[in-house]
């Protein structure tokens, strides 16, 4: 009997496999298609996965009645218009991050979706391990009482993805690791914060070191070309102001001259404790964590498995997904998260390109 969410997907490169390994073992769904303009990665793929379908075009792909739902994993610039494509062909879609080039574009699905009643979800993967969740829940039940301030950061000290590759070329990708990892810290900081109001933005911009050559640390599948130069940043940063007085502090490099070589965590201050959640040597063995801090009379106590609930155990985006399809549980990515996130980050580039704070109420 065929499954109840039939996938193919769009774009056989390096996330892809991704799709196909978390959704294995769920009864209910199975990857029966896949297309990708490289036709040597789309067989490459298809042979490794078991792929039947392997359409040569994408609207032979989207004509398929026996296709429900579509993984959209291509280069940045074709999100939204595959994702319009697939809604108006009648297939759930669940894409990549980043949501848009920029918060018009993202607008545009949102009132597609509503006309087409079908489900979208941006693949926020960062939502779903149980630190975060915990962390989530932590905050909402008021354990570290008013959060008043975050600071989210993930800073690489070499970690440009391929160089001469889309992910450089801004015309390809709409911009550097802010909308390639920033997107991520941001939207795990703001859920784990339960604060997705934001107000106003101050952000800069820097370019300087994959223009160089320098700084690569070799993700994608893509081929390399010399026509993909790179002109977008590599450094990015921004302070940020929500409803109810909140701020976050951004901090984002594909590349940058630090002592480590990775460094990626939120960190949210409450009147009543902070939670931290991140990867650190000196934390959990080094293996990603949530830390709660509180005080107990004076003494500050640090208490690094805090019990708290995890509301998708065992989960991911994509088994999220399929269940929220098949109407079993809610998806843990709304469109008005992912719209509140894109506003963020447009906010950031418009900050940067004009020298001053913008009100992203006006966007
Ligand atoms: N959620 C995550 O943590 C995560 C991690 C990595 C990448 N991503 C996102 O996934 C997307 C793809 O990234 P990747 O690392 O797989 O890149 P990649 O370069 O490895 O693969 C991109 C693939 O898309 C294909 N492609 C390019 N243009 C196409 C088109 N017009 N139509 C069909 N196929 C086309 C390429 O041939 C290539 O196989 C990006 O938007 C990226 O931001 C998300």
Redesign the pocket.
């Known amino acids: 009997m065929p499954a109840n969410v039939r996938f193919g997907i769009?774009?056989?490169?390096?996330?892809?496999p991704?799709l196909c390994n978390a959704i294995k073992n769920h009864k209910q769904a199975e990857v029966v298609a896949a297309?990708?303009?490289?036709a040597g990665?789309q067989t490459a793929f298809c042979d490794e996965f078991g792929i039947a379908k392997r359409p040569r075009t994408?609207d032979e792909l989207l004509g398929d009645p026996g296709i429900d739902a579509i993984y959209v994993?291509?280069?940045?610039k074709?999100?939204v218009p595959?994702t319009l494509k697939a809604l108006a062909a009648g297939k759930h879609v669940i894409a990549?991050?980043?949501f848009a080039m920029d918060i018009e574009e993202a607008r545009q699905v949102a009132a597609a979706v509503k006309k087409s009643r079908k489900l979208w979800m941006l693949?926020?993967?960062?939502r779903f391990p149980s630190m975060m969740q915990k962390a989530h829940d932590l905050v909402a039940r008021g354990v570290i009482g008013e959060v008043y301030h975050a600071k989210a950061r993930w800073q690489r000290r070499s970690g440009c993805?391929k160089l001469q590759?889309?992910?450089g070329h801004k015309k390809l990708s709409g911009g550097g690791c802010l909308l390639?990892i920033g997107v991520?810290m941001l939207d795990q900081t703001m859920f784990i914060s339960g604060n997705f109001k934001p107000l106003t933005c101050s952000g800069s911009v820097y370019g300087k070191f994959g223009h160089r050559g320098q700084g690569e640390g070799g993700?994608?599948?893509?081929d390399r070309d010399p026509k993909m130069t790179f002109d977008v940043e590599d450094f990015a940063n921004a302070h940020i102001r929500l409803a109810g007085g909140m701020s976050i502090d951004l901090d984002v490099s594909w590349a940058a001259h630090m002592p480590k070589a990775n460094v990626m965590e939120s960190i949210i201050f409450g009147t009543e404790g902070t939670i931290w959640v991140g990867q650190d040597e000196a934390v959990a063995g080094g293996k990603e964590s949530a830390v709660l801090c509180t005080r107990k009379k004076k003494e500050f106590v640090l208490d690094e498995n805090p019990k708290a609930k995890v509301k998708y155990p065992h989960c991911d985006r994509f088994n999220n997904f399929v269940n929220a399809v098949l109407g079993r549980e809610q998806p843990c990515v709304t469109i008005d998260q992912a719209l509140a996130v894109q506003t963020v980050l447009t906010g950031i580039y418009r900050s940067s390109a004009k020298g001053a704070e913008v009100d992203l109420r006006k966007l």
């Open positions: 769009i774009g056989t490169g390096a996330i892809a991704s297309y990708d303009v490289h990665r994408l994993a291509v280069p940045n074709f999100h595959y990549e991050k980043p693949g926020m993967n960062r993805p590759t889309w992910f390639d991520h993700w994608g599948k893509s």
